[in-house]
């Protein structure tokens, strides 16, 4: 019996370092695509700022256009 024991024993500490490897694997894979997808999240949050910076400024520009006339130096 002490052999079958002992066999188990390992047989049991084998695969809970082989789920600790697959776990620790998954958990950096995960990692990766959350920072990639926080660096494009960032990225697409500004340029919706410039994009909305600029479309406030051509704004501000038209109704100064509509209030002085248009401009002789465009």
Not at 6 to 12: L, S
Not at 26 to 39: D, G, H, I, N, S
């Amino acid at each position: 019996m002490p052999a079958n024991i002992r066999a188990e024993i390992i047989f049991i500490s084998l695969m809970m370092v082989f789920i600790f490897i697959i776990c620790g694997a998954v958990c950096y894979f995960f990692a990766k695509t959350y920072q990639r997808e926080m660096k494009e999240r960032k990225e697409q949050r500004e340029a919706k700022r410039l994009a909305k910076e600029a479309a406030e400024k051509a704004e501000k520009e038209q109704a100064a256009e509509v209030v002085n006339g248009p401009s002789l130096d465009t």
